[in-house]
């Protein structure tokens, strides 16, 4: 795919030229992303409404209460799974919607199928690794959790744009994935962990707005902590579930474009030094100094 560098998210970034452009994008095409990502967030809102939550928690049975969510181990499930679609579809979206893509919404959607199956596979192999990680970080306590947890975090931003820019296999997409995340480790894992403390705290800011029609609800729940019940029935409120799902698609645009800024930064840094180390005969030498060699930008500034 030659024609990637044409992409406004191609070149090698440093942290602040990574967050501007992030954002940059994000408002460029701002309506397309919030409309895919709020009809992923209706759905999902809306099935789990349906879960009986309050049933769960007035349940003290341990064999009972296993057996629910036994129960709702396969729509929970099928959520998933369609939140991955969705997923695939933004990503796909953000990719080709830059490079000039005819019809690219419609593409988004019907050709996201071609690269959901892998994914799937992949992110169940994911899944496992992350859960090894986290029994490790575990053992480290919270600086070891949050660690592995920004390390799976890496891995999964990589998976989708070097499947689809590259046309990858599952086998060469989990090699690629790894080759790329660790050639530039240490700024990948920061530039993760400010992606993901910046996502929370928006996140927070955004549910605290949407949750103020419903204060009421919260303030008598602490004046009496046995009516807890109010706040699982508040999930069902049609409009909270209308609130919380334009919270949702806010935000969610913001992971298929940073997954590109690391890609791409990748990527561009690998092309760079691939044209820098070609020798006469056409082969190419790579220096290690150059894995650790400052993004242009920051050279020009010295």
């Given at each position: ?72 181990l396969v729509p929970m499930l099928i959520l998933a799974v369609v939140s991955l679609f969705f997923s695939t579809v933004l990503h ?62 890496m891995l999964s931003f990589f998976i989708l744009p070097v499947m689809m820019v590259e046309e990858s296999s599952i086998d060469r ?130």
């Amino acid at each position: 795919m030659d024609q990637i560098k044409n992409h406004p998210l191609y070149r090698r970034h440093n942290i602040d030229s990574a967050m501007i452009s992030l954002w940059e994008f994000y408002k460029a095409r701002f309506v397309v992303l919030f409309l895919i990502s709020l009809v992923m967030s209706g759905i999902v809102q809306y099935s789990t409404s349906f879960f009986d939550f309050k049933d769960l928690q007035s349940t003290t049975d341990p064999a009972i209460l296993l057996e629910k969510f036994r129960v709702l181990l396969v729509p929970m499930l099928i959520l998933a799974v369609v939140s991955l679609f969705f997923s695939t579809v933004l990503h796909y979206y953000v990719l080709h919607k830059p490079l000039g893509e005819s019809n690219v919404l419609l593409n988004s959607i019907w050709r996201s199928a071609i690269y959901f199956l892998p994914y799937i596979v992949i992110v169940i192999i994911l899944s496992f690794v992350g859960i090894i990680a986290l029994i490790a970080g575990i053992m480290v306590l919270i600086v070891g959790v949050f660690f592995s947890l920004t390390y799976i975090a890496m891995l999964s931003f990589f998976i989708l744009p070097v499947m689809m820019v590259e046309e990858s296999s599952i086998d060469r997409t989990i090699m690629r994935t790894l080759r790329l995340a660790h050639r530039n480790f240490w700024p990948n894992m920061g530039w993760t962990a400010v992606f993901i403390i910046l996502y929370v705290i928006i996140s927070i800011v955004l549910s605290g707005i949407v949750l103020l029609p419903f204060a009421g609800s919260f303030l008598s729940t602490f004046a009496n902590p046995q009516d807890t019940s109010k706040i699982v029935t508040l999930t069902t409120d049609p409009l909270f579930l209308v609130l919380s799902s334009a919270v949702n698609a806010l935000t969610l645009p913001l992971f298929p474009i940073f997954a590109f800024i690391l890609y791409f930064n990748g990527k561009a840094q690998e092309d760079i030094l691939n044209v820098q180390t070609t020798s006469n005969d056409g082969t190419y030498k790579v220096r290690v100094e150059d894995l650790y060699a400052r993004p242009k930008e920051e050279e020009n500034q010295n």
